[in-house]
C-alpha cells in the first residue's frame, strides 16, 4: 500500500500523536509499504520551525508544509496556525503521488475533510477512489464544548457536527482510542453503518525503549537528589482535559509531608497555571520539569513511585489519556482522577494496575498515596500486572499490526479487519 499520514504534528514532535504516527510510520515501512507524510513544520508547542521542508527516512517521505507559526498564545494565533495548515495541506495533497489510503488524524480539527474530499474526487492508478481511515484522537465539535470554547446550537457548533457527521460518513474506516469514544460517537453521530466501521484500537508505548527500572538505576532520581523520596509524577500534558484542581487540593493536603514530592513532567494549557499557583501557595514538595525527549522517558517515567492520570468527566469519550500506556510499560502503578466509565478507568479496573479515585475527592487522593507510599509490595505487585497487562495488550507492535490491517482491509475495498 502506499498510505498517507495526514496530522498537523510528526517526529520528533513531543506531541503524544507525533510520537504514535511516527511508531506506526516505521512499522509500515518496514513491513514494505510506501508512506508519506504531511504535517507541519512548526515545532510543536512553540513559534519555532523544522529546517527540513521534506526528509525521507527509508520509505518514509515526510513533507513539512508552511503556514502561520503564531503557537498557542491565543485561540485567534491558534486558528490562524490551524487555517494556515489547512490550505498548505491541500496544496502539498495536489503534489505528491496518489496514496491508496488515507489516514487522517483530528489535529487540527476537521484536517480529515481533506481526505473526504479526495477520497470524493481522485482516483488511484487501478481506476478505484482512495480509501480514507478516520483516527479519532479528539473528538469534535464536543471537545470544543467540554473546552468552554464553543456553545452548544452556535452556528459554528452546528457546522462542525455536520462537518464531523460527513467526515464519518465518508470513511472507510473510524478508529478510536477507547470503548467510551467508541460509545460516545455512535451515541453522538452513529448509525448501522457507522457500527461496523468503528474500530478501537488504544495508544501504545514501546516496549523495548520502555521498561522497568529500580529507582537506583534512574539517573535522573540521582540528579534531581529524589532517590529516597516517594515521587508521585505526572508526565505529559496538562491540559484542558484535565482535573487539576484536585491534584491541586491534594498537593495542599501534603504539604507537610516531608518525604512526598510532586513532579509534573510536560507543559500544556494548564501546567504553567500549577506552577504559578504551586510559587504563590509556597509548595516546597513539588517541581516542574519540561518535556523530555522520546529517549529520556524511561528515566522520567520511572522516576516515579506512583503516576497520576487524569480526566475531567465532561471529557469522556472525547480524549484518552495515552500516558497510561507508557506508565504501564514502565511497570508503575497508577491512580487515576476521573470518572469509572472512561477507557483509562476501565483499564486500570481490568489489569489491577492501579485505583481510581472521583473527581473533587482531593482528601481520597491524598489517602490513597500515602497508603501505597507505606505499601511497597502492593506498589511492586500493582506494577508487575502493569507491565504484564502491556505486553500482552497495548505494546507498539501489537496496536501499529491491527492499525496495518484496519488500512489494508480499507485500502482493498471491504470491511476493516478486526473491528
Not at 232 to 245: F, Q
Not at 331 to 355: L, N, Q, S
Amino acid at each position: 500500500m502506499h498510505v498517507l499520514i495526514l496530522n498537523q504534528t510528526f517526529h520528533p514532535d513531543v506531541a503524544a500523536t507525533a510520537q504514535l504516527m511516527w511508531d506506526l510510520a516505521r512499522h509500515l515501512a518496514g513491513n514494505g509499504h510506501r508512506v508519506s507524510v504531511i504535517t507541519s513544520r512548526n515545532v510543536y508547542g512553540t513559534v519555532r520551525r523544522h529546517e527540513l521542508g521534506h526528509q525521507r527516512v527509508g520509505n518514509i517521505h515526510i513533507h513539512r508544509v508552511g503556514g502561520t507559526a503564531r503557537g498557542k498564545a491565543s485561540l485567534l494565533a491558534r486558528m490562524s496556525d490551524f487555517v494556515s495548515f489547512y490550505v498548505a495541506a491541500f496544496a502539498q495533497l495536489r503534489r505528491i503521488a496518489t496514496p491508496d489510503v488515507i489516514l487522517a488524524l483530528t489535529s487540527p480539527p476537521m484536517i480529515a475533510l481533506l481526505g473526504v474530499l479526495e477520497r470524493q474526487f481522485v482516483l488511484r492508478a487501478d481506476g478505484r477512489r482512495i480509501r480514507l481511515a478516520y483516527h479519532i484522537m479528539d473528538l469534535y465539535p464536543d471537545a470544543a464544548v467540554a473546552m468552554g470554547v464553543m456553545r452548544v446550537g452556535s452556528v459554528l457548533h452546528r457546522l462542525m457536527a455536520r462537518l464531523t457527521r460527513r467526515t464519518l460518513e465518508a470513511s472507510d474506516a473510524v478508529i478510536v482510542l477507547g470503548r467510551d469514544m467508541a460509545e460516545r460517537v455512535v451515541a453522538e453521530y452513529g448509525n448501522a453503518r457507522l457500527r461496523r466501521r468503528i474500530c478501537v484500537v488504544p495508544p501504545w508505548a514501546d516496549g523495548y525503549e520502555l521498561r522497568p527500572l529500580e529507582k537506583a538505576q534512574v539517573g535522573m532520581a540521582r540528579a534531581l537528589g529524589l532517590q529516597g523520596t516517594f515521587n508521585v509524577v505526572y508526565s505529559g500534558n496538562l491540559g484542558m482535559a484535565h482535573d487539576v484542581e484536585t491534584i491541586a487540593q491534594a498537593i495542599e493536603l501534603t504539604r507537610d509531608d516531608a518525604s512526598m514530592w510532586w513532579l509534573f513532567i510536560g507543559g500544556g494549557a494548564r501546567f504553567d497555571a500549577l506552577k504559578r499557583r504551586a510559587a504563590e501557595a509556597g509548595w516546597q514538595h513539588v517541581r516542574f520539569l519540561p518535556y523530555q525527549q522520546r529517549e529520556d522517558l524511561i528515566q522520567s517515567l520511572n522516576l516515579a513511585d506512583v503516576h497520576l492520570v487524569s480526566q475531567l468527566p465532561a471529557f469522556g469519550g472525547l480524549v484518552v489519556p495515552s500516558k497510561l500506556y507508557g506508565i504501564m510499560a514502565v511497570g508503575k502503578p497508577v491512580v487515576m482522577i476521573g470518572p469509572a466509565d472512561t477507557e483509562c478507568a476501565r483499564v486500570i479496573a481490568e489489569t489491577g494496575c492501579g485505583h481510581v479515585v472521583g473527581n473533587g475527592q482531593a482528601a481520597e487522593l491524598a489517602r490513597c498515596l500515602r497508603r501505597l507510599r507505606d505499601a511497597a509490595a502492593e506498589r511492586r505487585e500493582m506494577g508487575d500486572r502493569a507491565r504484564r497487562a502491556f505486553e500482552v495488550r497495548y505494546d507498539r507492535a501489537i496496536a501499529c499490526a491491527r492499525i496495518e490491517r484496519i488500512l489494508a482491509g480499507s485500502a482493498d475495498g471491504g470491511f476493516p479487519c478486526d473491528c
